[in-house]
């Protein structure tokens, strides 16, 4: 059985201590690098219960995880999304709560969310023009999307960032727009390199890569960079940099360009409650089976976390140019 005081470690000596919750894979938003226009949705039933996420949640804080991240599809579109928060808020222990959204709800919810414990949030935003954010997340409407981040910039958290994709071709001409956008708020923004997860019809993802290393040198032409050191467990895989001399940081994701699997601290549980070892691959346990069995028990889920540690494959192995290995889309996964 597994003891409450023993730690995730893996088969290469990585420390688990962050997970990634999807609490639903449904979106208000069907961005093109993201989504399909059609989706079709996990039902209901198939969906982990907001009790059984606590229970998750709670298992995973038992074996040393402090940092969760509840994520989606869209995180704040789920039905009592904020009972679950609060429960989770007030697990001992848990000493990050931290939520990736589109913002579209946040207007509305900011102030609650920080009530109820979460301290750090990264909002999505590729575009700040009207019609190309539109375009971009085939549904969003980018002056909501902009007064959720200012709730959130007014509410005040531990850390807010903004995250954004660049595609060439879409809106790579905006990348200095959304530095001073963040740089405006003393808030963080990454640059995430597109990465290989599902099918999408759209775009030529080869084509549309734009690296880290390409937009660094276009906003290093306005700004200054001052690298804060290599990627570590706090700052997740980004590679950050200061500007100046406000507190916000630029950051860059490069799943593609700087492999950081050697750093990988975290897990992922999809909304289907399959808990994920690495984005990159497949191996996977089901959790679901283990909360739904007739002898369910704590110490069973423990103990299926647990033994899951040693499916954590070394890194993953994204390629532009091939059908992507992967076909879930991230929305399943939780980004
Ligand atoms: N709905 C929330 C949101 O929009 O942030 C949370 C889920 S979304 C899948 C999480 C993050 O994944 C977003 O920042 C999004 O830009 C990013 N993302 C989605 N598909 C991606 C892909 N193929 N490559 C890189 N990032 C992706």
């Known amino acids: ?22 609490v639903t894979d449904r979106c208000d938003f069907r961005c093109v690098y993201c989504m399909a226009e059609d989706m079709t949705f996990v039902s209901k039933q198939n969906v982990l219960s907001l009790e059984e996420l606590h229970q998750v949640a709670a298992a995973f804080v038992a074996l040393g995880v402090g940092k969760i991240r509840l994520t989606g599809g869209e995180p704040l579109i789920r039905n009592n999304i904020q009972s679950l928060i609060a429960r989770l808020g007030a697990l001992p222990g848990l000493q990050q709560l931290a939520l990736t959204t589109n913002g579209s709800q946040l207007q509305r919810m900011a102030g609650n969310l920080r009530h109820l414990g979460v301290n750090r949030i990264n909002i999505s935003l590729d575009s700040l023009q009207p019609r190309k954010f539109r375009q971009l997340t085939r549904h969003g409407n980018l002056d909501q999307v902009i007064a ?16 954004a994709v660049i595609l ?22 990454a640059f995430i390199e597109e990465m290989p997860l599902g099918l999408i019809d759209e775009h030529d993802r080869a084509l549309s890569f734009c690296s880290s290393d390409e937009l660094r040198d276009l906003i290093g032409k306005q700004y200054q960079l001052d690298p804060l050191g290599d990627p570590d467990g706090d700052a997740g895989p980004a590679r950050y940099y200061r500007t100046g001399s406000g507190s916000a940081r630029i950051g860059f994701i490069s799943p593609h360009s700087h492999n950081f699997c050697h750093l990988c601290n975290r897990v992922r549980v999809t909304a289907e409650g ?8 497949e191996h996977s346990v089901d959790l679901r089976a283990v909360l739904r069995a007739k002898n369910y028990s704590p110490e069973l889920l423990r103990e299926s976390i647990v033994n899951a540690m040693d499916l954590k494959p070394e890194r993953h192995h994204f390629s532009l140019h091939d059908t992507p290995e992967i076909v879930r889309f991230i929305n399943m996964t939780g980004g």
């Open 1 to 22: 059985m597994a003891e409450p005081s023993q730690k995730l470690i893996d088969r290469f000596g990585r420390q688990v201590d962050y997970v990634r919750l999807s």
């Open 148 to 163: 959720g981040i200012d709730a959130a910039v007014a509410t005040g958290f531990d850390r807010l960032r903004i995250n």
């Open 168 to 189: 060439k071709g879409r809106n790579e001409d905006e990348a200095l727009d959304l530095v001073n956008f963040a740089q405006q708020r003393d808030i963080d923004i």
């Open 274 to 281: 399959r808990l994920l070892l690495c984005l990159g691959n």
